[in-house]
C-alpha cells in the first residue's frame, strides 16, 4: 500500500464515528436481557458509569494527529494539532470559543464558525474512539444479539450489532461489538458503512485496557494508537483559554 493510500485512509478513519454524545442516566435501545447484561458488566470491568462521571479532566493523543484536553465538568475542550500550529478552543455547551489555524488567529465569522463546528465533531469523534463502550446505551442506538463468533485474536465474544436511529450525521453506519467472553470487555468493532452491507470496511481491535484513575480505557487500535491519556483532578483555566501549549503535551 502506498504512502499516500494509507494517509488518505487514516483521515476517513479520523471521522467514521460522529453520534449523539454524552447523554447521562438513559437505558439501552434494547430489552433484551442479555445486552443488558454485556453492557452492566463491561462498563463494571472498566470501573462503571460514576467512575466516568467523576473524573474532572480527561487528554489524549489521537492517532498522532491530535491531542484532546476535556473538562468534563465545564464543557470546555482543547484540541491541539500535532503537526501544525493550529489550536481550538470550544465549549460543547455554547458551541462558542476561539480558533488559531496555522498561527492566526480566526476572528471573521464565518470562519470562525466553521472551524468551531469542525471541533465540536472532532470531539465528538475522537472521543467515542476512546470511550464508545460507555456509550452503548445512549439515546438512539438500537441493540440487537448476533451471537457467538471469534474476534480476529480467536477469542471467543459475544457480538451485539449497533445500529442507530436517525442520530449524529453517520446513521447509516453499523457496528459489531464483540464482548469478550473471558474478560467481559470490548475486544473488537468492525465497522460497516451501511446497515445493508454484509461484509464489514473495518475491524479493529480493543487491546491493552489500562486505569487511567478510577477508570479503565483501551487505547491500543491495532496499528493504530491512542495514546498519552490522563486524568487530571484540575487544570488552570489558562488551558482552555490560552493559545499556549500545555507542559503536559508531549
Known amino acids: 500500500m ?21 447523554q447521562p442516566n438513559i437505558h439501552a435501545q434494547s430489552n433484551d436481557p442479555l445486552i443488558k447484561a454485556l453492557i452492566k458488566r463491561t462498563e463494571a470491568q472498566m470501573g462503571g458509569q460514576k467512575a466516568l462521571d467523576d473524573i474532572n479532566t480527561l ?17 470546555d475542550v482543547r484540541i491541539d494539532w500535532r503537526n501544525e500550529n493550529s489550536v481550538y478552543l470550544i465549549n460543547t455547551k455554547t458551541k462558542k470559543g476561539s480558533i488559531l489555524k496555522n498561527g492566526l488567529e480566526l476572528t471573521e465569522p464565518d470562519s470562525l464558525n466553521k472551524y468551531i463546528k469542525d471541533a465540536y465533531d ?41 445500529t442507530f436511529n436517525e442520530v449524529g450525521v453517520t446513521p447509516n453506519n453499523k457496528y459489531f461489538i464483540f464482548f469478550d467472553k473471558a474478560t467481559g470487555l470490548v ?64
Open 2 to 22: 502506498s504512502k499516500t493510500i494509507k494517509i488518505n485512509l487514516l483521515r476517513n478513519l479520523q471521522f467514521i464515528v460522529i453520534l449523539v454524545f454524552f
Open 59 to 75: 487528554s489524549w493523543n489521537f492517532f498522532n494527529v491530535r491531542s484532546l484536553t476535556w473538562n468534563k465538568k465545564t464543557n
Open 122 to 162: 472532532i470531539w465528538i469523534n475522537d472521543s467515542y474512539w476512546l470511550l464508545m463502550p460507555f456509550k452503548l446505551d445512549d439515546p438512539g442506538v438500537n441493540l440487537s444479539y448476533v451471537g457467538t463468533m471469534a474476534s480476529k485474536a480467536m477469542d471467543q465474544c459475544d457480538v451485539v450489532e449497533m
Open 187 to 250: 475486544s473488537q468493532w468492525d465497522y460497516f458503512t451501511n446497515v445493508t452491507d454484509a461484509q464489514p470496511r473495518f475491524s479493529t481491535p480493543w487491546l491493552n485496557y489500562i486505569t487511567y484513575g478510577k477508570v479503565k480505557l483501551s487505547g491500543d487500535r491495532g496499528d493504530r494508537q491512542i495514546t498519552d491519556i490522563h486524568v487530571f483532578k484540575r487544570l488552570d483555566n489558562s488551558v482552555f483559554n490560552n493559545f499556549k501549549r500545555p507542559s503536559f503535551l508531549n
